[in-house]
């Protein structure tokens, strides 16, 4: 059962504090994303990239979030460092087989930063 | 910027009543629209999608419509169950790289 996986599931940490998420696409998939999802915003395109380049990461704050595809079978997000309102859940979609645009979901990384 | 709106933000229904959900995009010139349903603490399902060419996909119980012209499109839920209480999360693609705009979301309850 292909699926896209992340972690951590949960994590609580401090201000200031680096957190890396992870996500592992559905293998054969060529395009990554990454959402963040908040009760007052809801889901907000963070980045996303194809056969691991990097399209677009306009709705990222660059001077602390980094999104990169080390390899085919993993992409990270780093937060350096973490403030309180990056509190959310961070969902990694992946995409590009089969029907053109669906795109699959893993179960979200829950970020509180106190 | 594409701007999606999900109309109610809450919806509460008897077992067995048949109904719709709404979606309004500003930018007609989409790829695809989708569908997704959303359970408390998880991820998000894949429900249906729509190519710009076409006007509607049915899966089971569910039928969406795409009028792209009036940026409108609808999600009509038949025979309503208590497992359909979710959030249903409306998403339109305005070119081809696949990146989504979501609507905020209707967040269903049906009653037994």
């Known amino acids: 059962d292909a699926r896209v996986t992340q972690t951590p599931r949960h994590k609580v940490t401090e201000m200031g504090q680096e957190v890396t998420m992870r996500c592992q696409p559905i293998l054969g998939h060529n395009t990554v994303f990454w959402y963040r999802q908040t009760m007052m915003q809801g889901l907000e395109l963070l980045a996303y990239f194809r056969n691991r380049a990097p399209l677009d990461d306009s709705g990222m704050p660059k001077d602390r979030f980094s999104a990169e595809m080390p390899d085919a079978t993993l992409a990270t997000l780093k937060i350096q460092p973490s403030e309180p309102r990056d509190s959310a859940v961070y969902f990694c979609?992946?995409?590009?087989?089969?029907?053109?645009?669906?795109?699959?979901f893993g179960e979200g990384s829950r970020l509180t930063v106190l | 910027k594409q701007e999606v709106t999900q109309i109610p933000a809450a919806l509460s229904v008897p077992e067995g009543e048949n109904l719709v959900l709404n979606c309004s995009f500003t930018?007609?010139?989409?790829?695809?629209l989708q569908w997704f349903r959303q359970d408390p603490g998880k991820g998000l399902t894949s429900l249906l999608l729509i190519q710009s060419s076409q006007r509607e996909q049915t899966s089971g119980r569910l039928n969406a419509s795409l009028d792209k012209s009036s940026g409108r499109s609808t999600l009509y839920i038949a025979a309503s169950q208590p497992g359909d209480s979710a959030t249903y999360l409306c998403?339109?693609?305005?070119?081809?790289?696949?990146?989504?705009?979501f609507g905020k979301g209707t967040s269903l309850l049906v009653t037994p």
């Open positions: 930018d007609s010139a989409i790829y695809n």
């Open positions: 979609a992946s995409g590009g087989q089969g029907v053109i645009g669906e795109l699959f």
């Open positions: 998403a339109v693609s305005s070119n081809s790289g696949y990146a989504l705009n």
